[in-house]
């Protein structure tokens, strides 16, 4: 007779993995409030070399509407309203033309030196974690292992059947749950193979500094304000990528996942037989 099934604990995250995601979660957030600080300084967005001030790709401003100051965002030659969030945010009666709100940003108050002064701080701390982690990971096999799809996984059928599963909210169980699918293989690697290395590099080639040793990484990004925007987009990815993660972690177990993170084991349903 069949045994009801049974919770076993695996490992599932190293020490090294876990020590370099939470590391990951401080450096990230407070990059990212400290880069909205320093967008805030100049809240618009162009690409090539030179600021077009005429001509933004995208800004955040103060306009007046109707006799009324109103926040307005455009986006290509899309406008929007964004009152009270972005452009001219704050309470009624107190607002004040910025970007981003106060409450986004690190620190609170506008400084673009001290805001700079966090975002150089962490993006160091970041960028040190992040090759720490790909030594490891390649050094150990942690990439190649876990990370990297298998043909079967790449397999157009298997592939599709992710997808769904996906879509209908149904999660890996059992000994599937022991190692990332493909979908999470495949969204990891375009994260710290894609999106964390170009920040990095497009952080890099803004900084005056870098361009004296190596002036030529500006042009591979077609110019100064093309970097900013490109780093500002991958920014923008990252932040997407965390509110998917952060849903997908309540939605199939939040605090299995976050034990899995902080003691790297995590719970399996096994089945077994009564003899």
Same mark, same amino acid.
């Given at each position: ?29 407070? #990059? ?30 103060? @306009?007046?509407?109707?006799? @009324? ?20 945010? &704050?309470?009624? &009666? ?46 150990? *096999? ?11 996984? $790449? ?6 059947? @992710? ?12 000994? @599937? ?31 005056? *500094? ?5 002036? *030529? $990484?500006?042009?591979?990004? &077609? ?12 920014? *923008? ?13 309540? #939605? ?24």
């Amino acid at each position: 007779m069949a045994d009801k099934p049974a919770k076993v604990l695996v490992r599932r995250h190293s020490g090294v993995t876990r020590v370099t995601h939470w590391l990951n979660v401080l450096a990230v957030s407070l #990059l990212l409030m400290s880069g909205l600080q320093i967008f805030n300084a100049h809240p618009a967005l162009y690409w090539g070399h030179k600021s077009t001030f005429a001509e933004p790709w995208v800004s955040m401003k103060k @306009e007046e509407v109707g006799g @009324e100051a109103r926040g307005i965002t455009t986006v290509g030659g899309l406008r929007f309203d964004t009152t009270g969030v972005l452009g001219w945010s &704050g309470k009624e &009666g107190a607002r004040e033309q910025r970007g981003f709100p106060s409450w986004a940003t690190v620190p609170s108050y506008r400084s673009l030196a001290d805001g700079r002064r966090w975002h150089f701080f962490f993006a160091w701390l970041f960028a040190i974690n992040l090759a720490v982690y790909w030594l490891w990971g390649l050094a150990g *096999g942690h990439v190649g292992r876990d990370l990297l799809p298998t043909r079967a996984q $790449l397999k157009p059928r298997h592939f599709l059947h @992710e997808i769904a599963a996906h879509a209908r909210l149904r999660f890996p169980k059992g000994e @599937e749950a022991r190692t990332y699918n493909v979908i999470q293989k495949i969204t990891y690697l375009l994260v710290v193979a894609v999106l964390l290395p170009l920040m990095v590099a497009t952080g890099l080639s803004m900084s005056p *500094g870098f361009n004296a040793a190596l002036p *030529g $990484l500006i042009d591979v990004f &077609g110019g100064r304000q093309s970097a900013r925007t490109i780093h500002f987009l991958a920014a *923008g990815g990252i932040v997407i990528f965390i509110i998917v993660h952060l849903l997908l972690v309540v #939605l199939s177990g939040a605090w299995n996942n976050l034990r899995s993170m902080i003691t790297g084991r995590y719970a399996i349903t096994v089945e077994g037989d009564r003899p």
